[in-house]
């Protein structure tokens, strides 16, 4: 059964530093796509982060670029959403998404499983 676990979440001081990591299970390769987005309550769901097979990132939301890198380790099917310098407005249940590929080719988003979510909270 395919699936996406989160961890990594909770509470942390402006200016503190979190890593957040998802691992992918059940999909039948190492070729997956994953993502990172985050919503609050009443907003819509933002994409944070995408990283591809081959391990590109691609830092989406421009309001953490500089602040969120984000790797993966294809031999464990993991991918890491790392935040520096994080702000009250970082604020948010953060979700990974996984897509199955076949090399540089993805299925859909649709297609994806998203995983249960982790809340981030930046607080003092």
């Known amino acids: 059964q395919v699936r996406v676990v989160e961890s990594g979440g909770g509470l942390v001081q402006p200016g503190g530093s979190m890593r957040l990591s998802c691992e992918a299970y059940g999909f039948t390769s190492s070729s997956i796509a994953m993502s990172w987005y985050r919503q609050n309550p009443g907003k819509e769901r933002e994409l944070v982060a995408r990283i591809s097979p081959g391990g590109t990132v691609t830092i989406a939301a421009e309001s953490v670029r500089g602040r969120f890198t984000a790797s993966r380790d294809n031999a464990q099917k993991t991918v890491y959403l790392s935040m520096n310098s994080l702000k009250p407005e970082d604020t948010a249940i953060y979700y990974c998404?996984?897509?199955?590929?076949?090399?540089?080719?993805?299925?859909?988003?649709?297609?994806?499983?998203w995983g249960p979510g982790t809340q981030v909270t930046v607080s003092s």
């Open positions: 998404h996984a897509v199955q590929c076949s090399g540089s080719v993805c299925l859909p988003n649709h297609f994806g499983t």
